[in-house]
């Protein structure tokens, strides 16, 4: 069981959720960027949520499904075909060997996903298939794919899998906005909707002045084209610090905001370095990650600071949504 690459597009790699425990030997997590749409897609295809998949940027790939395969499109939306005919995102499909998909340029958005029944099964390393192209480890050789590659799918009775697929009649484009797209708030803007990303303060809030707290909740800020899956760096209102934005190197995790000498904010995604020696006015919550995932250059987004108990809550809210989709299967 296996796929073969016939074209991978600007940047395609395996991720599955990271690679976690070894960020004291200097590895990072890695994993899915948009990590809603990544679990979706799982849960559509009937795998376990943390099965390995292909992220695509900003245009997806082209591929031929070498056995009879059970497959769904997630996250950015683009023009899909499978052997020439439309197909949706956001519903389980049934591939016959020799079928192939092309995925098009995202209309919206930024980051699209590919699960399989099974799951790609390329061999982990240090308990994970995740890319991480700088280190050179997991998902296929440590790279991106390439043409020609061939990808191995796990052990999957796809017969079954769409046998009871079609019988539930589920073999149908989820229609729920909030159940697709996930749940994150919006501010207005004139006459626009924002992204309003919730963030816990701190662990290095105290390193602001007040203005620069201030700045930071009610400004604005654009992505800029230095923006990839370890880093969002953001232009807006510099944010005033008490005494500069060095400090001892500590911990960072996904969503960890860093303000950098020139007072702009920088906010981790997944493949994040694990210490960094800029101070953190905040941690953008688990549950919003996946619309920052999503959006391109030039992009706007704003901030509110939440507590710790409201992160938890946003987060199981955020569970609830794809448990729902998993549950009719």
Known sequence: MSITVLDPGPLTTVQDAGRAGYAAQG??????????????????VGN??????????????????????????TGAESPATLDGM?????????????????????????????????GIATPPVLGSRATDVKCGIGG???????????????????????????????????????????????RVQGTQLLPLLRAVPGPQDAAFTVQGRQDFIHGIYTLTPDCDRMACKLAGTPLQMCRGADILSDGIVPGSVQVSADGQPIVMLADH???????????VISADLPALAQLRPGQ????????????????????????????RL
């Open 27 to 44: 590895y990072r997590s890695c994993g899915a960027a948009d990590g809603y749409a990544y679990r979706l897609g799982n849960v559509l």
């Open 48 to 73: 376990d949520p943390g099965a390995a998949v292909l992220e695509c940027t900003l245009r997806g790939a082209a591929l031929r499904f070498e056995t009879d395969t059970v497959f769904a499109l």
């Open 86 to 118: 439309p197909i949706p995102y956001y519903a389980p499909l049934l591939a016959r060997a020799g079928s192939v998909l092309q995925m098009g340029a995202a209309k919206t958005g930024l980051r699209s996903y590919l699960a399989v029944g099974g």
């Open 140 to 186: 296929l050789e440590g790279r991106k794919l390439a043409v020609g590659d061939t990808l191995p799918i796990g052990s999957c009775d796809t017969a079954a899998l769409w046998q009871a697929i079609t019988a539930k009649r589920l073999d149908r484009p989820l229609r729920d906005k909030a159940v697709c797209g996930g749940l994150h708030p919006m």
């Open 273 to 283: 370095q694990t210490t960094g020696g800029y101070a953190k006015i905040a941690t």
């Open 300 to 327: 706007r987004v704003c901030f509110t600071f939440v507590t710790p108990a409201r992160a938890v809550q946003a987060a199981r809210q955020q569970a609830a949504l794809w448990q729902r989709v998993r549950d």
